[in-house]
């Protein structure tokens, strides 16, 4: 597993479910951004940071380079 949202996640003991849930969001657009097919935008950033521990920066520079690795 590279993706460290999906790390972050899982060390969180917490579903997709739980995260969309928790982010406001359907579980297929948060499959979606854990996937790295879909970015989020400095709100949603921020509370990945809120709900996971772990810094917004980190997240994302993940996410943008699973993304662009597509």
Do not use: C, F, P, W
């Not at 479910?17 to 854990?34: C, K, V, W």
């Not at 709100?43 to 690795?69: F, M």
């Amino acid at each position: 597993m590279k993706n460290r949202l999906r790390i972050h996640r899982m060390r969180n003991k917490l579903t997709q479910s739980q995260m969309a849930d928790m982010l406001g969001i359907a579980a297929s657009t948060y499959n979606m951004i854990e996937n790295g097919k879909r970015r989020v935008d400095l709100q949603r950033a921020k509370q990945l940071e809120e709900i996971l521990g772990v810094s917004a920066d980190e997240l994302l520079l993940e996410i943008r380079t699973v993304a662009s690795e597509r």
